[in-house]
């Protein structure tokens, strides 16, 4: 009996190893370094389960120059000018620091103490800069980022005419049709390269290429999608009822706030063709814009949005049309 127990044992025991076996083979195929995760895939849906920032109500995190004035001697406020050195010295707001936006993600986190603030403020020229690297800022997990909206053209008229006044049009209004045009199918994905397999990581990789582009080169003209609006996939990034007004030939719509989840229309967009974002401004668009670098796609905003083409049409039903009572008279420092 005594040597029979000591065979179940033994049996038992070989057992135990053989399977554990097995168990370590798996383990060690779901980890194969030769079939990485998908980085594109990873992102989003980590991007997704922590806030959804484009697909929310946060989105696009405006603040009124008025708001900015009041609270110019409030500790709990801080502003960032991201405008050249040059204009920063010609006149800045009061207490404002100036950072390029290069240095934008090295200030927050060795620089300052974010979570200090009640509101960080972002300000540039007219709105449209401030808002991609405030939406950058806000996709890194700083929730108290904010853009001035209109950028310093709304603090002072001169600003104003050097940015926004200048380049208000409505050489293209009568080229705008009202066709429902439809989304593509969905097709390939973004290819990330970053080497990572950790969705921070990837995150952190993709942030830090993005911070490091310069904002123009998300520019793009409004003539130039006029000229040639095949080369593009134009999103019109604007409510149903805005839409049908009338909008750039080809343009598709996308709802805002919600139609760029994974869940939504995401995937209709394409990687084999440079995507052209509008709305009214170009503030918004320069949220959504963001984003989309940030998960690999050929993006651009379309300087000053509809302002640039569309802008009397604007002001006739109600859009967001740049005019005087946008330009304060406020203090600066030189």
């Given at each position: 009996?005594?040597k029979?127990?000591?065979?179940?044992?033994?049996?038992?025991?070989?057992?135990t190893?053989?399977?554990?076996?097995?168990?370590?083979?798996?383990?060690?195929y779901?980890?194969?370094p030769?079939?990485?995760p998908?980085?594109?895939?990873?992102?989003?849906?980590?991007?997704?389960?922590?806030?959804?920032?484009?697909n929310?109500?946060?989105?696009?995190?405006?603040?009124?120059?008025?708001?900015?004035?009041?609270?110019?001697?409030?500790?709990?406020?801080?502003?960032i000018?991201?405008?050249?050195?040059?204009?920063?010295?010609?006149?800045?707001?009061?207490?404002?620091?100036?950072?390029?936006?290069?240095?934008?993600?090295?200030?927050f986190?060795?620089?300052?103490?974010?979570?200090?603030?009640?509101?960080?403020?972002?300000?540039?020229?007219?709105?449209?800069?401030?808002?991609?690297?405030?939406?950058?800022?806000?996709i890194?997990?700083?929730?108290?980022?904010?853009?001035?909206?209109?950028?310093?053209?709304?603090?002072?008229?001169?600003?104003?005419?050097?940015?926004?006044?200048?380049n208000?049009?409505?050489?293209?209004?009568?080229?705008?049709?009202?066709t429902?045009?439809?989304?593509?199918?969905?097709?390939?994905l973004?290819?990330?390269?970053?080497?990572?397999?950790?969705?921070?990581?990837?995150?952190?990789?993709?942030?830090?290429?993005?911070?490091?582009?310069?904002?123009?080169?998300?520019?793009?003209?409004?003539?130039?999608?006029?000229?040639?609006?095949?080369?593009?996939?134009?999103?019109?990034?604007?409510?149903?009822?805005?839409?049908?007004?009338?909008?750039?030939?080809?343009?598709i719509?996308?709802?805002?706030?919600s139609?760029?989840?994974?869940?939504?229309?995401l995937?209709?967009?394409?990687?084999?063709?440079?995507i052209?974002?509008?709305?009214?401004?170009?503030?918004?668009?320069?949220?959504?814009?963001?984003?989309?670098?940030?998960?690999?796609?050929?993006?651009?905003?379309?300087?000053?949005?509809?302002?640039?083409?569309?802008?009397?049409?604007?002001?006739?039903?109600?859009?967001?049309?740049?005019?005087?009572?946008?330009?304060?008279?406020?203090?600066?420092?030189?």
């Amino acid at each position: 009996m005594k040597k029979l127990s000591l065979f179940l044992v033994a049996l038992l025991i070989s057992s135990t190893a053989l399977l554990s076996s097995f168990t370590s083979k798996k383990e060690t195929y779901n980890t194969n370094p030769l079939n990485p995760p998908n980085e594109f895939e990873t992102l989003v849906n980590y991007l997704e389960s922590n806030g959804n920032f484009i697909n929310s109500d946060a989105s696009p995190a405006f603040i009124d120059a008025d708001e900015v004035k009041k609270n110019m001697k409030n500790a709990k406020y801080h502003v960032i000018d991201i405008r050249s050195e040059s204009w920063f010295e010609y006149g800045h707001i009061k207490n404002a620091q100036n950072v390029k936006t290069a240095d934008l993600l090295n200030y927050f986190e060795n620089k300052i103490k974010p979570a200090d603030f009640d509101k960080i403020v972002l300000v540039c020229y007219s709105g449209q800069s401030a808002a991609y690297f405030t939406s950058l800022l806000r996709i890194a997990g700083y929730g108290n980022v904010y853009n001035m909206k209109w950028g310093m053209s709304s603090w002072r008229l001169d600003f104003a005419d050097n940015s926004w006044n200048k380049n208000l049009k409505n050489n293209f209004a009568s080229k705008l049709e009202t066709t429902d045009n439809a989304k593509a199918e969905k097709g390939a994905l973004p290819t990330l390269n970053t080497g990572k397999t950790e969705a921070k990581d990837i995150l952190r990789v993709q942030l830090e290429k993005a911070f490091a582009k310069p904002y123009k080169e998300s520019i793009i003209k409004s003539p130039d999608v006029f000229a040639n609006p095949s080369d593009y996939y134009i999103v019109n990034y604007w409510d149903q009822a805005k839409y049908d007004k009338g909008h750039i030939p080809g343009a598709i719509r996308y709802q805002p706030n919600s139609s760029l989840s994974s869940t939504n229309s995401l995937f209709t967009l394409p990687t084999d063709k440079r995507i052209a974002v509008y709305g009214c401004t170009g503030q918004n668009a320069a949220y959504v814009v963001a984003y989309l670098n940030v998960l690999g796609y050929d993006t651009g905003n379309i300087a000053y949005g509809a302002n640039s083409f569309m802008h009397k049409e604007l002001k006739n039903y109600g859009g967001d049309a740049f005019s005087k009572k946008e330009i304060n008279m406020y203090p600066v420092v030189e």
